[in-house]
């Protein structure tokens, strides 16, 4: 396999007969958001959740989330992205927490972001796998450096992966660009895992990019099984009946 990022990634985890130790991430208050569809079927968002998570690289076992949690409250986007809207998720690299915010009245927030749910996950993990926003630990420093610099040159010869890094406006044009380039990462890689096709042909370089990243970190990876898990998330989807 081609190198992306130079010298071979030096993987530093804990190991016991080489298998990583790393404790699953906790799913917490998602029970506010369960439901029952048009036909009655109850369904816990716990383990929709959980069901999304087989799609993405070490699923729920990844050293940079503790802790995915649903936030029964709004939250506004922060005015440093000088976009008026609420915010659907976070992540915070100290606490290493993925955070889903509601966005909606109740009885209307499932239906409407039950659909999002995995873009919305999928953008925060690969928030959690930047090297300009937490520590990586299974990297070193000049790894980082270089996967930084090889993204940044990508960013000038294809357009932004999303409508929402373009609108993306800050009067320091600096922040503004360290904030689009956090959340272009974040969308690349999230894209990458949604529609992997549809990247490819539109954005071969940030395709290429995402799936050496993740081919690189998480050799173990099996995308043919992710894509059978996506399937099946697909078609959980298709048997609900949403107005």
């Known amino acids: 396999m081609r190198k992306l990022f ?41 383990e929709a959740l959980k069901m999304m998570a087989e799609i993405i690289p070490g699923n729920l076992h990844w050293q940079n989330v503790k802790k995915i949690e649903y936030i029964d409250e709004k939250k506004e986007l922060g005015k440093e992205y000088g976009i008026k809207s609420l915010s659907v998720g976070d992540y915070e690299p100290n606490e290493k927490i993925i955070r889903f915010n509601k966005t909606n ?18 953008h925060e993990w690969g928030h959690s796998i930047d090297p300009s926003i937490t520590e990586q630990q299974d990297i070193s420093m000049q790894e980082k450096i270089n996967m930084i610099v090889k993204f ?15 609108k993306i406006k800050n009067k320091d044009l600096q922040e503004e660009e360290r904030i689009k380039r956090r959340e272009d990462f974040a969308e690349s890689i999230a894209f990458t895992l949604e ?34 898990a996506k399937t099946k998330y697909i078609n959980f989807l298709k048997g609900l009946n949403l107005k």
């Open 6 to 46: 130079g010298e071979k990634f030096k993987m530093r985890r804990e190991k016991t007969e080489s298998k990583e130790i790393i404790p699953e991430t906790k799913i917490e208050g998602f029970e506010k958001m369960d439901f029952r569809d048009d036909d009655g079927k109850e369904i816990k968002m716990a």
């Open 105 to 122: 009245d109740a009885g209307k927030e499932t239906i409407d972001s039950i659909h999002s749910l995995f873009h919305i996950l999928s």
């Open 152 to 166: 940044n040159k990508i960013r000038n010869k294809e357009k932004n992966a999303s409508s929402y890094v373009e």
């Open 195 to 228: 529609c992997p096709l549809h990247m490819k042909k539109t954005m071969p370089k940030r395709y290429e990019f995402c799936i050496d990243l993740i081919k690189q970190r998480f050799p173990d990876f099996d995308f043919e099984k992710s894509n059978k």
